[in-house]
């Protein structure tokens, strides 16, 4: 049973920067991909980034492109997700997931294929 635990959440003002980490444990081998997806209250769970672990392909939301980079430290078994230039829309609990088999690369946007999820870390945006 992978666990994920996500850590680095907190309150920042627009324009600033935070950076989250997901440590997984349990784990046998490397996942095929790994991902952050945000939820805002009253939302519905939204696809943010995600990274295939072997080769490190990523893939972002049109909405954070450009400001957010997800990287993975294989040794340390960590993704992280460094937010730039934070807007007050950003605003959201933020949760790492876990694809374990390989998928295409395109079902990687959606929830529905990962197969573990963190509890997810608060990041609020002031402006």
């Known amino acids: 049973q992978v666990q994920l635990v996500e850590s680095g959440g907190g309150l920042v003002q627009a324009g600033g920067s935070l950076r989250l980490s997901c440590a997984a444990s349990g784990r046998t081998f490397s996942p095929f991909a790994m991902g952050w997806f945000r939820q805002a209250p009253g939302k519905e769970r939204q696809f943010v980034a995600a990274i295939v672990w072997s080769g490190g392909s990523t893939y972002y939301a049109d909405s954070v492109k450009g400001r957010f980079t997800i990287s993975r430290d294989n040794a340390k078994n960590t993704v992280y997700l460094q937010m730039n230039s934070l807007k007050p829309e950003d605003t959201a609990v933020y949760y790492c997931?876990?694809?374990?088999?390989?998928?295409?690369?395109?079902?990687?946007?959606?929830?529905?294929?990962?197969?573990?999820w963190g509890q997810g870390t608060q990041v609020t945006v002031s402006s």
């Open positions: 997931a876990d694809r374990e088999q390989r998928a295409l690369s395109g079902t990687l946007y959606y929830a529905r294929p990962y197969d573990y």
